[in-house]
């Protein structure tokens, strides 16, 4: 292992029934595997790593221990995925093959390859079905069957098939990489430009992919390069047929389901970078009707269809089904080990939902939460100050004159106490015209909120200063709700259309 935090790491990534049965694994080993399994539940009950707490109670073979360990969690892995996984299985029946060819059972070794070709054709596996077609050669060869010349013939055939589907995947893989980092990296280039890059003699419509996992990466090359040709409805109805082309594929969606659910998650996010909501609802809908078999597959839909749920209610102004949807926010926040910015932008995101809701009493409980999920106070002070203001604007909005000062206090004390960055102006700013809210008269409030305003666009306009998680927008909108008196909502919904 390179690092002593590796084992702690993998221990913490098992779910819980992959660690009850490398425990009864472990137990079948005898005396020897239970001093191994004490050090296993021991670094399973530490909350933070700490090899001194580890090394007082296991002494100095600690290292060679946790080796041994760590080896041999992944062998029960193995043994656990290869009752889920047909890929494990092909894997598993390829060993199987060979170990009976050494032992002389040719015949048996045949068909324990016929039935692993049969499970690599599902899933579209070209490597393994180019492994296999290799030791069907070392059989056929042995064996010398009648007509056993032809049969040669056929699997070199099928072995330069393979070979070329390999290739061809390959290309569209390089091709996919090199126009994301064209993407990533904001380039500009005109058509010939990428025609040239990017040999678009590929991109043709009659170009037909040589297999499954080859149309996936064509159909992702194509959707990229009309993003970088600047033809983005062209490049949603690829980004579409990719979704679509895992259904077409259930057993390859079945054993790659992370991939599967990247994809849709991809496109949601290009959805809400392009601000086009409009594809959200299927898009959801099609995400919870997912019944994922495992826990790492049910920790992947719950973060990533409640971010994008959140999302979609924050920009519509929904609260249609809020209650639904924060319970699954909660229960979701129990259930499943989520790293600390999950846990932060989910939180902070219901904190803004139920602003915007005008659920204020939600949204002070919200805020609070964010808070209490941060640790010391230099710790992602983004987070903080802006979970910070959003309770300012919900108190000012219940005009609880103490809770607005209590506020409005604590969240100066914590500017003070953190080093000048890129978005300390936009608070400063804010802060110093919410308190002249607080202080003007009913009559000279409308003209501090347009001057606000003002400031808050200058300020993005010359690039002065930076606001976190997108507050200049709610600050904007917020503004025009009280200048237009219009709710919240409504100026979130028209704000998205128009």
Same mark, same amino acid.
């Given at each position: 292992?390179?690092?002593?935090?590796?084992?702690?790491?993998?221990?913490?990534?098992?779910?819980k029934?992959?660690?009850?049965?490398?425990?009864?694994?472990a137990?079948?080993?005898?005396?020897?595997?239970?001093?191994?399994?004490?050090l296993?539940?021991?670094?399973?009950?530490?909350e933070?790593?700490d090899?001194?707490?580890?090394?007082?109670?296991?002494?100095?073979?600690?290292?060679?221990?946790?080796?041994?360990?760590?080896?041999?969690?992944?062998?029960?892995?193995?043994?656990?995925?290869?009752?889920?996984?047909?890929?494990?299985?092909?894997?598993?029946?390829?060993?199987?093959?060979?170990?009976?060819?050494?032992?002389?059972?040719?015949?048996?070794?045949?068909?324990?390859?016929?039935?692993?070709?049969?499970?690599?054709?599902?899933?579209?596996?070209?490597?393994?079905?180019?492994?296999?077609?290799?030791?069907?050669?070392?059989?056929?060869?042995?064996?010398?069957?009648?007509?056993?010349?032809?049969?040669?013939?056929?699997?070199?055939?099928?072995?330069?098939?393979?070979?070329?589907?390999?290739?061809e995947?390959l290309?569209f893989?390089?091709?996919?990489?090199?126009?994301?980092?064209?993407?990533?990296?904001?380039?500009?280039?005109?058509?010939?430009?990428?025609?040239?890059?990017?040999?678009a003699?590929l991109?043709?419509?009659s170009?037909?992919?040589?297999?499954?996992?080859?149309?996936?990466?064509?159909?992702q090359?194509?959707?990229?390069?009309?993003?970088?040709?600047?033809?983005?409805?062209?490049?949603?109805?690829?980004?579409?047929?990719?979704?679509d082309?895992?259904?077409?594929?259930?057993?390859?969606?079945?054993?790659?389901?992370?991939?599967?659910?990247?994809?849709?998650?991809?496109?949601?996010?290009?959805?809400?970078t392009?601000?086009? @909501?409009?594809? +959200?609802?299927? &898009?959801?809908?099609?995400?919870? $009707?997912?019944?994922? =078999? #495992?826990?790492?597959?049910?920790r992947?839909i719950?973060?990533?269809?409640?971010?994008?749920?959140?999302?979609?209610?924050?920009?519509?102004?929904?609260?249609?089904g809020?209650?639904?949807?924060?319970?699954?926010?909660?229960?979701?926040?129990?259930?499943?080990?989520?790293?600390?910015?999950?846990?932060?932008y989910?939180?902070?995101?219901?904190?803004?939902?139920?602003?915007?809701i005008?659920?204020?009493?939600?949204?002070?409980?919200?805020?609070?939460?964010?808070?209490?999920?941060?640790?010391?106070?230099?710790?992602?002070?983004?987070?903080?100050?802006?979970?910070?203001?959003?309770?300012?604007?919900?108190?000012?909005?219940?005009?609880?004159?103490?809770?607005i000062?209590?506020?409005?206090?604590?969240?100066?004390?914590?500017?003070?106490?953190?080093?000048?960055?890129? @978005?300390?102006? +936009?608070?400063? &700013?804010?802060?110093?015209?919410? $308190?002249?809210?607080? =202080? #003007?008269?009913?009559?000279?409030?409308?003209?501090?909120?347009e001057?606000?305003?003002?400031?808050i666009?200058?300020?993005?306009?010359?690039?002065?200063?930076?606001?976190?998680?997108?507050?200049?927008?709610?600050?904007?909108?917020?503004?025009?709700?009280?200048?237009?008196?219009?709710?919240?909502?409504?100026?979130?919904?028209?704000?998205?259309?128009?």
């Amino acid at each position: 292992m390179k690092l002593k935090t590796d084992l702690f790491h993998l221990i913490r990534a098992m779910s819980k029934s992959e660690k009850r049965y490398f425990t009864l694994d472990a137990q079948k080993s005898g005396r020897k595997a239970s001093n191994y399994l004490e050090l296993f539940r021991a670094i399973n009950d530490l909350e933070e790593y700490d090899e001194a707490v580890l090394k007082e109670k296991f002494g100095t073979n600690l290292p060679f221990d946790k080796a041994y360990l760590y080896d041999a969690i992944l062998r029960s892995m193995r043994d656990y995925r290869s009752s889920k996984s047909r890929a494990a299985k092909i894997k598993e029946m390829i060993l199987d093959a060979k170990y009976l060819y050494e032992r002389g059972l040719y015949e048996q070794s045949e068909a324990r390859l016929g039935q692993a070709k049969l499970l690599a054709l599902e899933l579209d596996d070209q490597l393994a079905l180019l492994e296999i077609n290799r030791e069907t050669m070392n059989y056929v060869w042995v064996m010398k069957k009648e007509n056993y010349g032809t049969t040669i013939e056929q699997l070199l055939l099928e072995k330069d098939q393979n070979i070329d589907n390999i290739n061809e995947e390959l290309l569209f893989l390089s091709i996919c990489y090199k126009l994301n980092m064209a993407i990533q990296s904001k380039q500009t280039l005109d058509k010939k430009a990428l025609e040239d890059e990017f040999r678009a003699e590929l991109f043709a419509a009659s170009h037909q992919p040589r297999s499954a996992h080859t149309e996936r990466r064509y159909l992702q090359s194509m959707a990229f390069f009309s993003e970088l040709q600047g033809e983005f409805d062209r490049a949603y109805e690829y980004f579409f047929k990719m979704v679509d082309w895992w259904d077409e594929h259930p057993a390859i969606k079945e054993e790659e389901y992370a991939r599967y659910i990247a994809d849709i998650s991809n496109l949601l996010y290009a959805c809400y970078t392009r601000r086009k @909501y409009e594809y +959200f609802p299927d &898009l959801l809908e099609k995400l919870e $009707k997912e019944t994922p =078999n #495992n826990y790492h597959d049910q920790r992947l839909i719950f973060r990533q269809l409640t971010n994008y749920k959140l999302i979609y209610f924050i920009n519509f102004g929904v609260s249609t089904g809020v209650e639904k949807l924060v319970q699954q926010v909660e229960h979701g926040m129990t259930a499943y080990k989520l790293n600390q910015v999950s846990k932060l932008y989910l939180t902070f995101n219901v904190c803004l939902l139920m602003f915007i809701i005008g659920d204020y009493a939600a949204c002070r409980d919200w805020s609070a939460k964010v808070i209490k999920l941060l640790g010391k106070k230099e710790d992602r002070p983004d987070f903080r100050l802006s979970a910070q203001l959003i309770l300012l604007l919900a108190v000012y909005e219940e005009e609880d004159i103490d809770r607005i000062d209590s506020t409005l206090r604590s969240i100066q004390r914590n500017i003070r106490g953190l080093a000048e960055n890129d @978005y300390m102006p +936009f608070f400063h &700013l804010v802060i110093r015209y919410i $308190k002249r809210l607080i =202080n #003007n008269p009913l009559e000279k409030q409308a003209t501090a909120l347009e001057k606000l305003l003002s400031s808050i666009q200058q300020m993005k306009q010359e690039k002065k200063g930076i606001a976190p998680l997108g507050l200049d927008e709610l600050l904007q909108i917020w503004i025009k709700s009280k200048r237009d008196n219009k709710s919240l909502q409504q100026l979130f919904r028209e704000n998205v259309n128009g």
